[in-house]
């Protein structure tokens, strides 16, 4: 082959080989622009600085969102079609759970209802507030335009093993929806899956 | 109420995703690639599932059928024809005139370049990761802009906050609607335990985007990695599945935690702080027109 030839052909070539490489990495967003895309919506609760209430790990932690949260519908669309139309309407589903020892209660307690305070003045319409001698109960739920965008729940029982939950659902939810799939499913312990 | 007293309501739901796990790995399992462990749990499963049994001697037997089968012969024409194809461009290439094309031969030269087969995918290609990337670009740029996101909650331990005695009602109890974007007071850094100058403890919880930067760095929760994070872009089947499984489990701990709470609030607080009050009520009115 002519040498000049071959000389214009090989960079375009080249081009040619990156441009998918570049698309590819342009059309798949980074990790921390779908993070920030999450923090953008108004019902969503940062868990992660639940955390520095406990001194122990989490026994329970569900982080499912983006890829991973339309690989689960897909995967319940075969077996659960309300299922399946719940989720296509979700953009995350976030659980902690945490031990909390007796002694732990008042201030977890404490912490908690200071937090429930700020929900409440951004906004989130407080759904139950039970307090009982060892039990406490907070559901907060935000609107967005007539439509529910975020529900949080808050549990805490001085339990050991699994004492403080806290869940963070967001997306436009319907809880007669959750009510009915909930009756469903199986709240056992979730040790058996890993 | 009691957490610990949750039930299951499906007996056979752990059954079934122990069966659809065995499924999915049935014919690594009649291959014997599967580790041992997951071997002898599938095999417990198929003695224990007739459909699952059934599955596994129907992939034996075509394991058995496809292993009999004999390769087919390549056909001796498509040997000649790939022989002569190949000796025929390589023909081309030599007759190709040696003198370096200019200007708009050089231009024509380079089209006719990629009118050849082996490039035309790769224009192909070429053309459309370009409209991908201009896509994805647009797409960015309108997920920029945000309607009403809600603002941060990070808030620095105030000396000055009165500390509101736990389970007050709010005096501004939660207005519904949207929420207010212009609030950037709202938006303060988040601050650790040992910052503090006051006994309470600082509140670390975000809504919504991070603080602007008229406010100051904001530091980083990162969320705790784990099998189901976006950072992992692919997941196994397995991980799939126990995502699935949280998730349930999320939704039925939020129905039955919305359950026993409402019965609680009908128990403890309408049966007695309303029900029983109107009806004292209405049988006190009706007693006094029957006698009136």
Known sequence: MNTRLKQSVRPMRTIFCLVPILACLAAVQPVAAQEADLRNEPGYLDLDSISEWFDQEPWLEVNVRGALLRLVTEASRGEDPELTDMLERLKAIEVRGYPLTPEQFDDVGRRTGELARRLEELGWETIVRVREAEERVNIYMKMKEDAIAGLVVMVLEPDEEQGAVFVNIVGEIDPEQIGKLGHKFNIDPLSDLE | ?292
């Open chain 2, 1 to 292: 109420m009691e957490m610990s007293e949750f039930r299951s309501k499906d007996g056979d739901r752990s059954i079934s995703v122990e069966v659809r796990w065995a499924e999915a790995r049935l014919e690594a399992f009649i291959d014997g690639t599967l580790p041992d462990e997951e071997a002898r749990r599938v095999e417990y499963l198929i003695e224990r599932d007739a459909g699952l049994r059934e599955q596994a001697r129907l992939a034996m037997v075509i394991r058995e059928h496809m292993a009999d089968l004999a390769a087919p012969p390549c056909p001796p024409e498509v040997v000649q024809t790939v022989l002569a194809t190949a000796a025929r461009e390589a023909t081309l290439r030599d007759l190709r005139p040696h003198s370096a094309p200019s200007g708009l031969a050089a231009v024509t030269g380079w089209l006719q370049q990629l009118r050849k087969p082996m490039l035309r995918p790769a224009l192909a290609i070429g053309f459309a990761a370009a409209l991908l990337v201009a896509v994805a670009l647009v797409l960015r740029l309108d997920g920029r802009r945000v309607d009403s996101p809600s603002p941060v909650l990070a808030e620095r331990t105030e000396a000055a906050r009165p500390t509101t005695p736990y389970g007050t009602e709010p005096s501004n109890p939660a207005a519904s609607g949207t929420t207010d974007v212009e609030h950037p007071t709202l938006s303060e850094d988040v601050a650790r335990t040992n910052d503090t100058t006051d006994s309470e403890p600082a509140i670390a919880a975000r809504i919504g985007p991070h603080a602007s930067e008229d406010d100051g760095p904001v530091p980083q929760t990162e969320s705790t990695p784990n099998a189901e994070s976006t950072h992992d872009a692919s997941y196994t089947s397995r991980e799939v599945e126990q995502a699935l499984e949280k998730t349930r489990w999320a939704i039925a701990f939020v129905s039955e935690v919305g359950k026993e709470a409402g019965e609680s609030i009908r128990k403890d607080v309408l049966r007695d702080r309303v029900t029983r009050p109107i009806r004292r009520v209405l049988d006190t009115a009706l007693a006094e027109e029957s006698t009136g």
